[in-house]
């Protein structure tokens, strides 16, 4: 690529400036009050985009989408009220994302969280798309770096708020929303789809079926030909209960789901097979015992040990008399629980639940 022509506007109106290196667009304080990244679509060798001390009120940011060797986006010092990241969720070599002393109050970060140093201003809110919300962790957040006008960085943590689907599909439109869920779902690790699963039904409303242990991606299959969310989140369900039922009918998990939710709706007919199997779950499971301690996961991975264990606040394992006390409140609800003692304990997980669920319930156990 050779030398290339940026046009944007400044106070003597359209200006064009040619620049000689492909690896920068260097248009510092040049008062531009908007500018075309067009001529950069497609260059390769972009590294720099400089664009602070400027004016800029707004900036589309689509033709860097395929600008695969961009590191640096510095914005410093504009009158930016809000700014769309989305078009650089695939740019694997950016590094650092500076938006400092502009005038944006909430800005969506969910494309580039925990993966580019992010630079705003500490009144700035945050915002995230529910899909993560199981799997933002203080690492990711770490990457966010709050600055006064100054410049000087700031210890504190931003305000995250987490966006449910009917605003994020008011705000941008369904076929946005499902495009840009979508690129997320697609990005992720197998042992990250229980989570991702579990917060997009919930930012959906459904939180009742967010129990689906497989691909996420499956939730969303085949909806680019209705807008209206109403009807979006209808087909979902009918969706979501599909999957569901394929998933307790081979003897699958079932563990989040909220049965009391789902009387009265068409998730109703799941209730049943959900209640046989949570009974088989408790029945199935083995307490081991080595020396004075019993390990509590295999409970903690059926429906009815996550609740009891919860309540009781116990974690990953007990001594003699916990166990004892957790026996007495199975009993009340008429199961009688299998213990054997082994040492070392080995404990093999159930072979129909991902390693996904398992690390989930694992963290929560953890921390109780």
Not at 8 to 25: A, C, F, I, V, W
Not at 306 to 335: A, C, H, M, P, Y
Request: charged content about 25%.
């Amino acid at each position: 690529m050779g030398d290339f022509t940026i046009v944007y506007e400044g106070p003597s109106g359209r200006q064009e400036e040619e620049l000689t290196d492909n690896s920068t667009l260097n248009l510092y304080m040049r008062a531009a009050t908007r500018v075309s990244l067009e001529a950069v679509r497609h260059n390769s060798e972009l590294t720099i985009l400089e664009l602070s001390k400027n004016q800029l009120e707004s900036i589309d940011l689509e033709p860097l989408r395929s600008c695969s060797k961009l590191e640096q986006v510095r914005m410093r010092s504009n009158r930016l009220t809000s700014i769309d990241l989305w078009p650089l969720i695939e740019l694997t070599s950016l590094e650092e994302i500076d938006l400092v002393d502009n005038r944006i109050h909430e800005i969506n970060i969910t494309p580039l969280i925990g993966k580019v140093n992010l630079l705003l201003d500490d009144s700035v809110t945050v915002s995230i798309d529910n899909v993560l919300r199981y799997l933002v962790s203080g690492k990711d957040t770490a990457t966010l770096r709050l600055c006064k006008p100054s410049g000087e960085t700031l210890v504190s943590s931003p305000r995250i708020q987490w966006r449910q689907y009917s605003d994020l599909s008011d705000e941008y439109g369904w076929e946005t929303v499902h495009y840009n869920t979508l690129c997320i779902l697609e990005g992720l690790d197998e042992r990250c789809w229980f989570r991702a699963q579990k917060g997009l039904l919930e930012g959906l409303g459904i939180s009742e079926l967010s129990g689906f242990d497989g691909d996420p991606a499956l939730i969303l299959q085949n909806f680019y030909d209705s807008t209206e969310f109403h009807s979006i989140r209808s087909r979902v369900i009918d969706v979501v209960i599909g999957l569901l039922d394929e998933q307790l009918s081979s003897g699958g998990p079932t563990m989040f789901l909220d049965v009391k939710k789902m009387v009265g709706t068409r998730a109703s007919k799941l209730i049943p097979l959900i209640t046989t199997l949570r009974d088989s779950e408790v029945e199935n499971a083995v307490v081991q015992i080595g020396g004075n301690r019993a390990n509590l996961l295999p409970l903690w991975l059926t429906h009815w040990g996550f609740e009891i264990l919860s309540v009781l606040r116990f974690g990953l394992t007990t001594d003699i008399d916990g166990l004892d006390l957790i026996q007495r409140n199975f009993k009340k609800l008429g199961f009688e629980l299998e213990t054997e003692n082994t040492d070392p304990v080995e404990i093999e997980t159930p072979k129909n639940m991902s390693k996904g669920l398992i690390d989930f319930v694992y963290g929560i156990a953890s921390m109780n």
